[in-house]
């Protein structure tokens, strides 16, 4: 006989803004982490008539292995989402959780939920230990994140999950940063940085989007990760993203070992490395100062695709409709997959309720026009099989360094024509 689902959830309001607890909350990579879910395994997507999932696997405290479907994440920026993950192995049978977020009139009120349902009578004992704790840990986290920025402190303390960091090369990298002209503020708050930060946040860093978050000047912070790799202490790599999804799916040490061409396998498309546009330049410590482990936790939250605001998971035949507010600037609409797509421009003239039918030949509507601010998406699936339909933003990245980009900063212009006469 069948368990019952497991239903349980927890609501608590937070003194700040929707934006900051999204920020936060989004990130489901660094929440598993902290609450102290196991690393996962994630293998190639697959897709069938009526499916759309990843294989996942993990190890629950380093004895009980789990195999799962992950379905993708839905979500709705600033207000909501949830994962479906149906067991093949281990103690559950099924799991559905997430978040949403409502404004308050101090602030906002978050509700963590999740629908557990158990296969085995430990299974059902563990499913109310661990969901109850998890949900908790959870609001814990987003606690001691509010109280952090609140205080105006730089960072957190360390994370529980952290490599070691040689302190004897990091007081000898202070004293030579110090000695390259740049500022005592910001040598400081980079060597914290590289101290005190989760592995993830150490690795693959993007100059530009760091100087946004310590308010600092974006090309000082780049000539600083310059100096800082010329002492050993960073390396950098060029990651090639897909024009669709802007997932990295090739790493290189120089310009002139790019692959011609790149497959993803989200998207099921090859393309081509675009210096101008998909080459990005990132940074990592290096592993003899702070050996940073690359662990993944969870790959489909709403952190890791930020271009995109809405994303749902539509069955044959079935319709949706989402309430998200865009900003003025130029969207899509887009299936994943298959890649169909429909412009979505704003207009003070458009419609503040869109309608986007999906058939055979992919998108009904040509182009739609909406107004800026709070609209109402609605979807329909006309075909024999599943389609995950997202709203994303056209534009890139903005805190992105291309290829092309960093070829005009005298920083770091003698290395990057180095690697580029290479690849010529």
């Not at 920026?77 to 978040?99: C, K, N, P, S, W």
């Not at 994370?159 to 302190?167: E, H, I, K, L, W």
Request: proline residues 7%; contains cysteine; charged residues 20%.
């Amino acid at each position: 006989m069948g368990y019952q689902p497991i239903v349980l959830q927890a609501e608590q309001n937070f003194p700040v803004s929707p934006t900051v607890l999204w920020d936060l909350l989004a990130n489901t990579d660094q929440i598993n982490r902290e609450i102290g879910m196991p690393h996962v395994a994630y293998g190639p997507v697959v897709v069938s008539a009526d499916a759309f999932y990843r294989e996942a696997s993990a190890r629950f405290w380093g004895l009980m292995a789990a195999n799962w479907r992950e379905y993708p994440f839905e979500w709705v920026r600033g207000e909501r989402y949830a994962v479906l993950r149906v067991f093949e192995t281990g103690l559950l049978d099924v799991f559905y959780g997430g978040m949403e977020l409502r404004p308050h009139t101090d602030g906002t009120s978050v509700r963590v939920f999740a629908e557990v349902t158990p296969r085995t009578l430990f299974g059902w004992g563990m499913a109310r230990l661990m969901g109850r704790r998890g949900i908790r840990d959870t609001l814990a986290f987003c606690e001691r994140s509010i109280a952090t920025r609140n205080s105006r402190v730089d960072l957190p303390s360390p994370p529980s999950r952290m490599s070691p960091v040689d302190r004897d090369r990091i007081d000898q990298l202070l004293a030579a940063l110090r000695g390259s002209h740049l500022s005592e503020h910001l040598v400081a708050r980079f060597a914290r940085h590289v101290v005190a930060a989760p592995d993830r946040d150490v690795l693959r860093m993007q100059p530009f989007a760091l100087a946004d978050g310590w308010g600092a000047d974006r090309t000082e912070v780049l000539r600083l990760f310059v100096q800082a790799e010329r002492l050993g202490a960073l390396y950098h790599t060029w990651e090639i993203l897909c024009p669709n999804c802007r997932i990295p799916h090739a790493e290189m040490g120089t310009v002139g070992t790019l692959h011609p061409r790149i497959h993803c396998d989200l998207c099921a498309v090859e393309y081509d490395a675009d210096l101008k546009q998909n080459v990005e330049l990132r940074y990592s410590v290096h592993p003899s100062l702070r050996p940073a482990r690359d662990e993944t936790y969870c790959i489909g939250g709403p952190a890791n695709f930020p271009h995109i605001w809405a994303q749902q998971y539509l069955l044959p035949g079935t319709e949706r409709a989402v309430l998200v507010t865009l900003p003025n600037e130029p969207f899509r609409v887009r299936a994943l997959r298959v890649n169909a797509s429909c412009p979505l421009d704003p207009d003070p003239a458009g419609q503040s309720e869109v309608a986007f039918t999906y058939r055979d030949d992919g998108w009904y509507q040509m182009r739609q026009r909406f107004v800026p601010g709070p609209m109402t998406a609605r979807f329909r699936n006309e075909t024999a099989h599943v389609v995950v339909a997202v709203i994303e933003q056209v534009q890139w990245d903005p805190r992105a360094i291309t290829a092309a980009q960093v070829m005009t900063l005298p920083e770091f212009r003698e290395l990057a024509q180095a690697e580029v006469r290479s690849a010529t």
